[in-house]
């Protein structure tokens, strides 16, 4: 393959250990630039924990994580990487405003950005009100909000459509690639297999590993499967591991 | 570090409180009622004299000291330090902001103290006011990064407030304020010279009596400023970016 742009993401044999108990063990992948990819797994397979580690949040015990050319976590990076957690990490005794234009402060990110993220989000009408009065839906996208200050190149979202209606979720969707085609690089972790569909490209992950790193297309050719739920089946039945103890555990 | 990232916190966490203005109410009126009760149970005695100074050096430290604790640790477990660590903010900006942000709320806070105390309970203060307010202050400083990096030992609300009894009870006991720390026995009086709130109320009272100058004061001051700082350092190793 050509290769014109090198990977926005790129790591080598990421070992993470929690506790006593490993959760990567020497993961290996690279995202490519100005695409929406999508981290597949079922909860508990590493997701959090890949994604911690490229936005540098993450203790890890060895392997190398380059992100935009530099290692993971580095000063440079913490303005051009925009990080949504699973929990919304926002305030909840501030107004939707007042949270976006501290964040905004803290990235020294341009006062308009505000209203710009506010209408990207849909928020404009719940600008002024308190986040705990907010629904989980209108709380989880003042999170997303607070990630897309200052532009960044890079945005990493743990599962940002999780429990939104149907509409807003295909709405998010639409931003998403709005951003992509934008020029940024987007890596979005789901635990529901029917998202496959909307990304660019796909990770999927299980048990700390990648067991596929393809297009969707590719991905359902490669397996002979009719969709992603499937394709996961099929690619856990061939992984020498999981075939050797019969697939579970 | 930077000044606007700083002030953007200290702004920030202001913010918070002023949405909860039962927490304000609290946190200004509370103290004075307790003086104010202190100054009844010891009418017609010399004793409030004595102690109403360690008061006002008490409040400030306890309720920052808790407060500081509990919104700190708020934000560990809400997973808004680590949004926070993920951007350009310094650890020292969010150490400082919060100070600065309780330290405002602890002037306001003294001072509604300190008038009552003068004004209605009739404590003499000798010196001045504004020495007292200054000492009220450093206090205030101490108790907000102690609960800072006290947070950082804590895994919930529950265990955050029990830090209170094992790190101020003993300081407020040691203090001088129910016995004088010169005729407590030797071991424990050399115990409460290490102790920063023991130099706060020796502060306080030397400025009420006005029994030393002010050289003896900022002394005292800077005694308390070297723990806060200790505080602040070691609170600062516990806000690590990289967490497991």
Same mark, same amino acid.
């Given at each position: 393959?050509?290769?014109?742009?090198?990977?926005?993401?790129?790591?080598?044999?990421?070992?993470?250990?929690?506790?006593?108990?490993? +959760? %990567?063990?020497?993961?290996? *992948?690279?995202?490519?630039? !100005? @695409?929406? #990819?999508?981290? &597949?797994?079922?909860?508990?397979?590493?997701?959090?924990?890949?994604?911690?580690?490229?936005?540098?949040?993450?203790?890890?015990?060895?392997?190398?994580?380059?992100?935009?050319?530099?290692?993971?976590?580095?000063?440079?990076?913490?303005?051009?990487?925009?990080?949504?957690?699973?929990?919304?990490?926002?305030?909840?005794?501030?107004?939707?405003?007042?949270?976006?234009?501290?964040?905004?402060?803290?990235?020294?990110?341009?006062?308009?950005?505000?209203?710009? +993220? %506010?209408?990207?989000?849909? *928020?404009?009408?719940?600008? !002024? @009100?308190? #986040?705990?009065? &907010?629904?989980?839906?209108?709380?989880?996208?003042?999170?997303?909000?607070?990630?897309?200050?200052?532009?960044?190149?890079?945005?990493?979202?743990?599962?940002?459509?999780?429990?939104?209606?149907?509409?807003?979720?295909?709405?998010?969707?639409?931003?998403?690639?709005?951003?992509?085609?934008?020029?940024?690089?987007?890596?979005?972790?789901?635990?529901?297999?029917?998202?496959?569909?909307?990304?660019?490209?796909?990770?999927?992950?299980?048990?700390?590993?990648?067991?596929?790193?393809?297009?969707?297309?590719?991905?359902?050719?490669?397996?002979?499967?009719?969709?992603?739920?499937?394709?996961?089946?099929?690619?856990?039945?061939?992984?020498?591991?999981?075939?050797?103890?019969?697939?579970?555990? | 570090?930077?000044?606007?990232?700083?002030?953007?916190?200290?702004?920030?966490?202001?913010?918070?409180?002023?949405?909860?203005?039962?927490?304000?109410?609290?946190?200004?009126?509370?103290?004075?009622?307790?003086?104010?009760?202190?100054?009844?149970?010891?009418?017609?005695?010399?004793?409030?004299?004595?102690?109403?100074?360690?008061?006002?050096?008490?409040?400030?430290?306890?309720?920052?000291?808790?407060?500081?604790?509990?919104?700190?640790?708020?934000?560990?477990?809400?997973?808004?330090?680590?949004?926070?660590?993920?951007?350009?903010?310094?650890?020292?900006?969010?150490?400082?902001?919060?100070?600065?942000?309780?330290?405002?709320?602890?002037?306001?806070?003294?001072?509604?103290?300190?008038?009552?105390?003068?004004?209605?309970?009739?404590?003499?203060?000798?010196?001045?006011?504004?020495?007292?307010?200054?000492?009220?202050?450093?206090?205030?400083?101490?108790?907000?990064?102690?609960?800072?990096?006290?947070?950082?030992?804590?895994?919930?609300?529950?265990?955050?407030?029990?830090?209170?009894?094992?790190?101020?009870?003993?300081?407020?006991?040691?203090?001088?304020?129910?016995?004088?720390?010169?005729?407590?026995?030797?071991?424990?009086?050399?115990?409460?010279?290490?102790?920063?709130?023991?130099?706060?109320?020796?502060?306080?009272?030397?400025?009420?009596?006005?029994?030393?100058?002010?050289?003896?004061?900022?002394?005292?001051?800077?005694?308390?400023?070297?723990?806060?700082?200790?505080?602040?350092?070691?609170?600062?190793?516990?806000?690590?970016?990289?967490?497991?």
């Amino acid at each position: 393959m050509m290769d014109t742009t090198e990977p926005v993401i790129s790591i080598r044999d990421l070992r993470v250990r929690r506790g006593r108990t490993a +959760v %990567l063990h020497g993961l290996s *992948l690279s995202v490519p630039r !100005g @695409q929406v #990819v999508g981290l &597949l797994g079922p909860s508990g397979c590493g997701k959090t924990t890949l994604m911690r580690s490229i936005v540098g949040v993450q203790d890890v015990a060895g392997g190398e994580v380059t992100v935009l050319g530099g290692p993971a976590g580095s000063s440079a990076l913490r303005h051009k990487v925009g990080y949504v957690t699973q929990a919304e990490s926002v305030y909840d005794d501030l107004t939707v405003r007042q949270n976006l234009a501290y964040f905004a402060r803290v990235l020294g990110a341009p006062k308009s950005d505000v209203d710009r +993220v %506010l209408t990207q989000t849909d *928020l404009g009408a719940n600008s !002024g @009100q308190l #986040v705990s009065t &907010l629904s989980g839906g209108q709380r989880s996208r003042v999170s997303l909000a607070a990630a897309l200050l200052g532009t960044p190149e890079l945005l990493v979202l743990d599962e940002p459509t999780v429990g939104l209606d149907p509409v807003l979720r295909v709405d998010l969707w639409t931003l998403f690639h709005e951003l992509a085609r934008a020029g940024t690089s987007l890596l979005v972790s789901s635990h529901v297999m029917d998202e496959a569909t909307r990304c660019d490209r796909l990770l999927l992950m299980r048990e700390g590993e990648i067991l596929a790193d393809e297009t969707p297309d590719g991905l359902l050719a490669a397996t002979g499967a009719r969709d992603a739920e499937d394709a996961f089946l099929t690619l856990i039945a061939r992984h020498p591991r999981h075939a050797a103890d019969g697939g579970d555990s | 570090m930077t000044v606007g990232r700083t002030f953007a916190t200290a702004g920030r966490v202001l913010t918070q409180i002023r949405h909860d203005p039962r927490t304000i109410v609290l946190l200004v009126v509370v103290p004075s009622l307790l003086i104010g009760l202190v100054a009844w149970i010891f009418t017609d005695t010399p004793i409030f004299d004595s102690i109403g100074p360690a008061l006002i050096a008490l409040f400030p430290f306890i309720v920052m000291f808790l407060i500081a604790s509990i919104t700190t640790l708020r934000e560990r477990r809400t997973g808004t330090l680590e949004r926070l660590l993920s951007m350009p903010l310094g650890k020292a900006d969010f150490i400082l902001g919060y100070t600065l942000a309780f330290g405002l709320l602890a002037i306001l806070q003294s001072a509604v103290a300190v008038s009552f105390a003068v004004w209605v309970c009739g404590l003499t203060i000798k010196g001045s006011i504004w020495l007292l307010l200054a000492v009220a202050l450093a206090d205030a400083v101490l108790g907000t990064t102690l609960g800072l990096f006290a947070s950082a030992f804590a895994r919930s609300e529950f265990q955050v407030v029990q830090f209170m009894p094992a790190l101020v009870f003993p300081q407020v006991l040691l203090g001088g304020i129910f016995l004088p720390r010169d005729q407590l026995p030797d071991v424990l009086h050399a115990i409460s010279d290490w102790l920063p709130l023991s130099h706060a109320i020796d502060a306080l009272r030397a400025v009420a009596t006005n029994s030393h100058d002010a050289a003896y004061i900022g002394g005292e001051l800077l005694i308390i400023a070297a723990f806060a700082v200790g505080a602040v350092v070691l609170g600062s190793i516990t806000l690590q970016r990289r967490t497991p």
